[in-house]
């Protein structure tokens, strides 16, 4: 492998550790896991450490460490880290707390993290305020405690921010090979992804698992994705921290639709990295795809001798991009022959007991399930307790789906539906075969979601980079509506005529030059709806004079706009900016519906055609703008464009842009465009 600069650190052939008991654990591990390499305690006062002449400070060191684990207070760590920073040591662990997750208990948290990055220079730390790192592969540790990990030649690296997580994580008896674990902490200096980047070089790793608190460099993060796709390593997240929406005032219907989690979820999504929603689901789907790698679709096959098992596995897939895709005629006749007359063929499969034990039968079986071209195919399997039951037949079954799948070359997994019933023993020999031990159906089922999502997109062409425009200084001011619709109009977009007046007489004058019928709307009102500050289908010049008096009190101004004929359809599109992921924009039914129905798609800038395209076909409001059960329709095309239009005022005004909020944009019948009826921008100065 080409040296790297995290190499000496998470790779080490030299470590030091600088503390008491902490330090004399990371020594013990060191040794439980066999770690070949040189490891030198440096203590103020004592000679030995668990059997290793102690040094009493970094300067008396015999050469720089690779490693070191600093395991004192906050304090002394700011030093130690400073000096080994000088000697040239490869990096470090800082262990301690009180730096900027204790900034609301400690005055000085924020500076003493800042003080610690800066004394580190260009060496790489981890940290503060974590346990640090476990390789697997070579036993080497930086860890303080115990944990749940055995050596292994090859594996799937997790990193998380929390310790405690990781060392949950290293406790699993699932069967799977974890060739690093990693944990950030504060991420004062070195982050997730930055730590994901390094594992992903190392050949003995297969996919990448992310536990996210919160997003640090989201720009390392596109890095980490672009790089996973070229060595085609498939990489995971479970992102915690759900919100409703972004940490501010939700003053448009785009910022309460665009909450911080589903602007989070579009990222990971344009990214390839697979989503997950617990810890059972990353165990599952990392298992997964360290066995088959990513899916090449998500048609999937089931076989059980239970049809209540079948059934549970068919329910599983509602709600799922799963395909339970039916079989196909060329499969039938093996099935049939090896299964009898008695047996429903069908996907998911209840093969009943007819061939239970039966080495030569249950092959043919599967043999012949595996042969339909399913990207995974799943024998459930629930194995009995060792301690009462023989499991003679069972050890039969797997025999059976290890000999279909060298046959077949298909991917195959035996899933057992509670997970305390695939031991940990059979998992590892299922592994080894390449069989896929999955435990639990749901956890199983969005495995299988989730790697086949990677798996399109990695078919699908590399996505454009993220949007990467700093945000200007300046107070943020909204626009007036006259205001907003006029940079909608220069960017492309259709607006109603209009025009503004100051006072209810100036109002009737430009409705009866503009033409009736009218709209009226007051200006300087963010929900204009709600408060009565808008007016539809004036039909003279009365009319439209009387709603202008009753507004008077509310309104800075007025907008008198020609109506828009009837729509087929109402969407919203608009973008808010997310404090940590930045510029996203958000498509959806609008109108009174945008909150009613809940149909909206988020997407990462900058879109495409294509992005437009595939993100309006996933809405339900499609339905009337192609026409819904004989009704008009319009041009789908013209919508596309209208979007995109959108998208790219936003990227053009990146750096000023706090909010856009066109709601409704409204589709009209036939060819004859889409109109922005309502506009809000929120700009910095």
């Known amino acids: 492998m080409t040296q790297r600069p995290l190499d000496r650190l998470i790779r080490p052939q030299t470590i030091a550790v600088f503390g008491g008991r902490e330090a004399r654990r990371v020594i013990e591990q060191c040794d439980l896991m066999g770690f070949a390499g040189d490891i030198w305690p440096v203590h103020p006062t004592m000679d030995t450490v668990s059997g290793r002449h102690c040094y009493r400070s970094v300067q008396e060191l015999p050469a720089p460490p690779d490693a070191a684990f600093v395991g004192v207070n906050r304090m002394l760590t700011v030093d130690i880290v400073r000096a080994l920073s000088a000697k040239g040591a490869g990096g470090a662990v800082c262990y301690a ?14 500076a003493l993290q800042a003080a610690l990055v800066d004394a580190a220079g260009d060496m790489p730390i981890i940290g503060p305020n974590c346990y640090g790192v476990i390789n697997g592969l070579d036993g080497a540790l930086l860890w303080p405690d115990q944990h749940g990990m055995v050596r292994v030649e090859r594996g799937v690296a997790i990193l998380t921010q929390s310790s405690n997580i990781a060392i949950n994580l290293s406790m699993q008896k699932r069967g799977l090979p974890i060739s690093y674990l990693m944990t950030a902490g504060n991420q004062a200096q070195i ?16 996919a990448i698992g992310l536990h996210i608190e919160g997003f640090g460099n989201v720009q390392t993060l596109q890095k980490l994705a672009m790089r996973a796709r070229e060595l085609r390593k498939p990489v995971v997240a479970l992102k915690v921290g759900k919100s409703d929406q972004a940490q501010r005032a939700a003053v448009s219907h785009t910022a309460s639709l665009a909450g911080s989690d589903a602007v ?46 079948a059934s ?55 043999t012949a399930m595996f042969e339909g071209d399913y990207a995974l195919n799943l024998i459930v399997l629930d194995f009995p307790r060792d301690d009462r039951c023989d499991a003679a037949d069972w050890m039969t079954t797997i025999a059976a789906v290890v000999r279909s799948a060298k046959l077949t070359g298909a991917h195959a997994g035996i899933l057992a539906t509670l997970p305390e019933n695939m031991p940990e023993a059979i998992a590892v020999e299922l592994m080894q075969n390449g069989i896929v031990p999955l435990c ?5 089922i969005a495995a299988a979601e989730v790697a086949s999502r990677i798996g399109f997109s990695w078919h699908a062409r590399a996505p454009l980079p993220l949007l990467d425009i700093p945000l200007a200084a300046g107070e943020i001011e909204t626009l007036s509506e006259a205001a907003a619709k006029a940079e909608l109009s220069a960017a ?32 300087g009102v963010a929900h204009k709806s709600e408060v009565g500050a808008v007016a539809l289908n004036l039909r003279d010049v009365e009319a439209v004079r009387s709603a202008a008096q009753r507004m008077a009190p509310i309104a800075s101004g007025y907008l008198v706009e020609r109506m828009v004929e009837r729509p087929v359809a109402e969407l919203i599109v608009g973008a808010v900016r997310d404090p940590v992921l930045g510029l996203a924009l958000t ?62 005022y936003v990227v053009m005004n990146a750096a000023q842009l706090e909010e856009l909020d066109i709601n409704p944009l409204m589709v009209l019948p036939d060819n004859r465009g889409v109109v922005a009826a309502d506009a809000l921008i929120r700009k910095r100065r």
């Open 312 to 366: 549970l596995m068919a329910d599983a897939a509602i709600g799922r991009a799963v395909d339970f895709r039916a079989l196909k005629p060329e499969q039938l006749p093996a099935l049939r022959r090896s299964l009898g007359e008695m047996v429903t063929l069908s996907n998911p499969l209840d093969y009943h007991t007819f061939v239970w034990g039966d080495l030569s039968r249950q092959s043919e079986a599967f």
């Open 440 to 444: 639990g159906i749901s956890d199983a």
């Open 492 to 523: 492309g977009l259709i607006v109603p005529l209009g025009e503004t007046a100051s006072s209810p007489d100036g109002a009737a004058d430009q409705a009866r030059r503009i033409g009736f019928p009218v709209a009226l709307k007051a200006l």
């Open 587 to 648: 498509i959806g039914a609008g109108g009174i519906l945008v909150e009613l129905l809940e149909d909206s798609v988020i997407l990462t800038l900058p879109v495409t055609k294509a992005d437009a395209l595939e993100a309006i076909s996933r809405l339900k409001v499609r339905k009337l703008i192609e026409g819904y059960r004989g009704g008009a329709r319009s041009n789908l095309d013209t919508v596309v464009d209208a979007v995109v239009s959108a998208a790219e």
């Open 191 to 206: 982050g997730l992804s930055d730590l994901a980047l390094a594992v992903l070089e190392d050949p003995r790793v297969t």
């Open 264 to 309: 989070a979820d579009a990222v990971l999504a344009r990214l390839g990295i697979g989503r997950v929603a617990t810890l059972p689901e990353l165990v599952e789907t990392l298992k997964l795809l360290h066995v088959t790698g990513p899916l090449t679709s998500n048609a999937i096959s089931s076989m059980s001798c239970s049809g209540g098992e």
């Open 97 to 110: 707390s009180g730096f900027s997750e204790a900034a609301g208990e400690l005055a000085d948290g924020i």
